[in-house]
């Protein structure tokens, strides 16, 4: 069975720009969640999907926000984006998630560099 | 507002010896308790996930507990390889429906 992949794994931006990546769960999985994770914040939740809704987001600005598509892969965009923005974006998927406590599949995440 | 920290953030063990990682969180009510690998540069492996009713969970050379009166995990490695080298990660599930993590503890097995 395919792991969790994510696309592009590596992007370079300048500030202003904006960024759209990719994941594609685990076939069967419905549950998508999203992480940034740098050397100062470490791993931060940034938001969950489920069968196409947002289900439950951290505390992140309105800069950042997702979908998720009928075949359960997700994407993230960033708008307007700042040099603090520079993180290794992570995104897992599980069965159900939320509340279940199932398994979170992690795919290798992308690596975004802010210029 | 929850918070968890890992102590030591690093941490070098000669291989061969067992050892013992440290995860303490501030709000005890948790629905579930989660220890991650990471590889450098890469995604997170999940190693063990305790609920909130369970006190331990094993896998093979693993072993993990949880006291959520006390608000502690402690990850135990027996026998430890130089391929367990990696960063280890704690994350608590909150009621609220909130993943938080560690900043994890750096482990290197010296052969």
């Known amino acids: 069975k395919a792991g969790v992949t994510q696309t592009p794994r590596y992007l370079i931006k300048t500030r202003g720009q904006q960024v759209t990546l990719s994941c594609s769960p685990i076939s069967g999985h419905r549950s998508v969640s999203w992480y940034q994770q740098t050397p100062g914040q470490g791993l931060q939740f940034l938001f969950e999907?489920?069968?196409?809704?947002?289900?439950n987001k951290g505390n992140f600005p309105g800069r950042f926000s997702g979908r998720q598509f009928s075949n359960s892969r997700s994407e993230m965009n960033v708008s307007t984006l700042e040099l603090g923005d520079s993180a290794l974006y992570l995104c897992?998927?599980?069965?159900?998630?939320?509340?279940?406590?199932?398994?979170?599949?992690f795919g290798p995440g992308t690596r975004l560099t802010v210029l | 507002k929850q918070e968890v920290t890992q102590i030591p953030a690093a941490l070098s063990v000669p291989e061969g010896e067992n050892l013992v990682l440290n995860c303490s969180f501030t709000?005890?009510?948790?629905?579930?308790l989660q220890w991650f690998r990471q590889d450098p540069g890469k995604g997170l492996t999940s190693l063990l996930l305790?609920?909130?009713?369970?006190r331990e969970q094993t896998s093979g050379r693993l072993n993990a507990s949880l006291d959520k009166s006390s608000g502690r995990s402690t990850l135990y490695i027996a026998a430890s390889q130089p391929g367990d080298s990696a960063t280890y990660l704690c994350?608590?599930?909150?009621?609220?429906?909130?993943?938080?993590f560690g900043k994890g503890t750096r482990l290197h097995i010296l052969p």
């Open positions: 999907y489920f069968s196409e809704t947002q289900r």
């Open positions: 305790i609920q909130s009713s369970q």
């Open positions: 897992a998927s599980s069965l159900v998630g939320g509340l279940a406590g199932d398994t979170q599949y």
């Open positions: 994350a608590v599930m909150n009621r609220d429906d909130k993943i938080i």
């Open positions: 709000d005890s009510a948790i629905y579930n």
